[in-house]
């Protein structure tokens, strides 16, 4: 009975993971979504196939997008399932577009994403318990969201080069371009507390306030392809392709550039081809 009390009395130590994506034509190689803890240990396929999996910001549900069975092969539709795969939701139906690239809203009740179909990308939403979608944007080719705030969508218009990041109202309503960033500017990701933004410029990691003061350059030693915050923002993901000639991987730093370190070891295939580790997310507290 003492026991049961004590430990009832102790809390668990809040922990985080990171999910990822890993792909690659690799025959007999295990692909798809995978979690991973910060320190490089306990990494683990969570789905076999999957892709840009991101988790909300509850921690309850990981959101990825795939073909369904019976689908036609571009047919691609949003998913959500829990953080071990074993609870799945499709939540889009859509059969003649492909929706891809999920980002969440911060209550974790809705998702963004971009359907490609009649040959251009515009900005979509779904309730993730209602089911309601709805589009947001009409006109020209928009591309793709990469953050929600309270009240806004964060996109890039992938038709335009270099790349421009835009914001919008919640309903679509208000495009304009977000002046806080450069011509170029990929991968924006706000931290948890909505204080910090870090993104990619030049294959640089960049951190700066979400004003646009007090710019900072992590260095690493080569370019990162995406980004992600830990749930205190005193470390970051990302993924890169340093090691010539082999898939990318995943690596955590510290904000002050510190203590760099990879944290996966992308399986090799028998002709010594190996898969690519990218479209990371780390997860808030667990």
């Not at 251009?120 to 709805?134: A, F, P």
């Not at 009409?138 to 309270?150: A, R, W």
Request: hydrophobic fraction near 35%; aromatic fraction near 12%; include cysteine.
């Amino acid at each position: 009975m003492f026991k049961k009390m004590l430990h009832s009395l102790i809390k668990k130590s809040p922990f985080s993971k990171i999910v990822f994506e890993r792909s690659g034509d690799q025959y007999g190689i295990p692909l798809g979504v995978f979690t991973i803890n910060p320190d490089g240990s306990d990494c683990v396929q969570i789905r076999s196939t999957g892709l840009a999996p991101e988790w909300s910001p509850d921690g309850k549900w990981i959101a990825f997008h795939e073909v369904p069975e019976g689908y036609e092969l571009y047919a691609s539709n949003i998913y959500i399932m829990d953080l071990n795969g074993k609870k799945v939701k499709q939540l889009t139906q859509h059969t003649d577009g492909a929706a891809a690239c999920p980002t969440w809203s911060p209550d974790s009740n809705r998702i963004a994403y971009s359907l490609w179909k009649d040959q251009v990308h515009q900005i979509w939403t779904i309730d993730i318990e209602s089911l309601h979608k709805k589009q947001l944007t009409y006109e020209g080719s928009n591309g793709y969201p990469v953050c929600i705030l309270s009240n806004e969508i964060i996109f890039f218009k992938e038709d335009l080069s270099p790349q421009k990041i835009f914001i919008m109202d919640s309903e679509g309503q208000n495009q304009r371009e977000f002046n806080i960033f450069f011509e170029g500017d990929k991968e924006p990701m706000w931290s948890r507390d909505g204080s910090k933004i870090v993104f990619i410029r030049n294959g640089n990691i960049c951190m700066m306030n979400s004003d646009g003061t007090n710019l900072q350059t992590i260095q690493i030693k080569e370019g990162a392809i995406e980004v992600s915050w830990s749930p205190d923002a005193q470390k970051i993901t990302y993924s890169s392709r340093k090691r010539q000639g082999y898939g990318a991987e995943i690596y955590v730093v510290d904000i002050d550039g510190s203590n760099e370190k990879r944290i996966t070891e992308s399986p090799l295939d028998p002709s010594g081809k190996e898969a690519s580790s990218f479209d990371v997310c780390w997860s808030p507290w667990l």
